[in-house]
C-alpha cells in the first residue's frame, strides 16, 4: 500500500520501534486531533477533505481519475508514456493479471512511478509521532483497513478456488506466487492518502514549505483518491486503474 505497501511496513516497523522504548499512549481518535502539537491548516484542510471523500456521494468520472494520475507521473518524473487500462473492480484487475502468467509478473518491478525522495534530514522523533499520529487519524477517516480488506477478496477468492478444485501442491504453489506478486504491483489508494498526510506533516515538522517538491508531490497522490482513484496495479506495460464504487 504507496507511497506502496513496502513504505507503509516501513513507517509501521519505526513506529512499533520507537514506542518500545517508552510507555503505551493511546492512538488519535476519529473525533480528536493529535495532542502532541497543533495542526497546520494544510494537515487541517487535508482532514477535513478526507472526511469528505469517505462520507461524500458522489459521481466518480474516470477522465477527472486519469487526469489526477497523469499529475502524479508527472509529478514523479516518469519518463515515458504512461499507458491507462480501466478495469471495473479489483476482482477483474487479479483475474487479468493472474491470466499474464508467473513468469511476465515475477518479471515486474512493483509500484515505483510516483516514489519521490524522502527528507534528507536527521530523524526527529517527535516529529515522527506527531505525524504517525496524524496517519492514524487520516487511515480511520478514510477506512484504509475496510478498502484493503475489499481488495484481499479476490485473492482470497483465487486461492479458494484453486483448493476446491483440487489443485496439486505444485499448482497451488504458482497461484499462491502469482496473487503474492499481483500484491506487490498493487497500490491502495486510500493507504496512499493517508500516507501522503503523513509525508505531508512530517516534512512541515522538519520545516519544509509549502511548496516544496515532496509535498507537491504528496498532494497529487491525494488528489488522485480524492478524484476518485481506488486502486491500480503497476504493470510493464500499463497502469491498470479501478475507480472507487459505491461500495467504497
Known amino acids: 500500500m504507496q507511497i506502496d505497501r513496502r513504505r507503509l511496513l516501513t513507517t509501521a516497523a519505526c513506529a512499533a520501534l520507537t514506542e518500545m522504548a517508552r510507555p503505551a499512549r493511546s492512538l488519535c481518535t476519529e473525533t480528536e486531533l493529535p495532542a502532541a502539537g497543533p495542526c497546520h491548516p494544510l494537515i487541517r484542510s487535508l482532514l477535513d477533505r478526507a472526511e469528505r471523500i ?3 456521494v458522489r459521481t466518480v468520472e474516470n477522465p477527472s481519475i486519469e487526469r489526477a494520475v ?4 508527472e509529478g514523479a518524473g516518469y519518463d515515458r508514456s504512461l499507458v491507462i487500462k480501466w478495469l471495473s473492480g479489483s476482482a477483474e484487475a487479479v483475474d487479468y493479471l493472474n491470466r ?8 515486474m518491478e512493483g509500484t515505483k512511478f510516483w516514489h519521490v525522495p ?3 534530514r536527521p530523524f526527529d522523533e517527535g516529529a515522527f509521532d506527531q505525524a504517525f499520529d496524524v496517519r492514524c487519524r487520516s487511515a480511520d477517516i478514510l477506512r484504509v483497513e475496510e478498502i484493503d480488506g475489499v481488495l484481499m477478496v479476490p485473492k482470497l477468492a483465487a486461492k479458494s478456488s484453486a483448493i476446491s478444485n483440487g489443485a496439486s501442491p505444485a499448482e497451488l ?10 500484491g506487490w504491483l498493487e497500490t491502495s489508494w486510500a493507504a496512499a492518502a493517508a500516507n501522503a498526510i503523513f509525508e505531508i ?3 512541515l515538522q522538519a520545516g519544509e514549505a509549502e511548496d516544496c517538491r515532496l509535498i507537491d508531490h504528496q498532494l497529487r497522490v491525494f488528489e488522485a483518491h480524492e478524484a476518485g482513484l481506488l486502486a491500480t496495479w503497476e504493470t510493464s506495460a500499463e497502469m491498470i486503474c479501478v ?3 459505491i461500495a467504497v
Do not use: C, N, Y
Request: glycine share 8%; proline share 3%; no cysteine.
Open 243 to 245: 475507480p472507487r464504487g
Open 70 to 73: 497523469r499529475r502524479v507521473a
Open 100 to 107: 499474464l502468467g508467473l513468469d511476465a509478473l515475477l518479471s
Open 201 to 203: 506533516e512530517f516534512a
Open 173 to 182: 504453489f504458482v497461484v499462491r506466487a502469482k496473487l503474492a506478486q499481483i
Open 54 to 56: 469517505a462520507t461524500a
Open 118 to 120: 524522502g527528507l534528507d
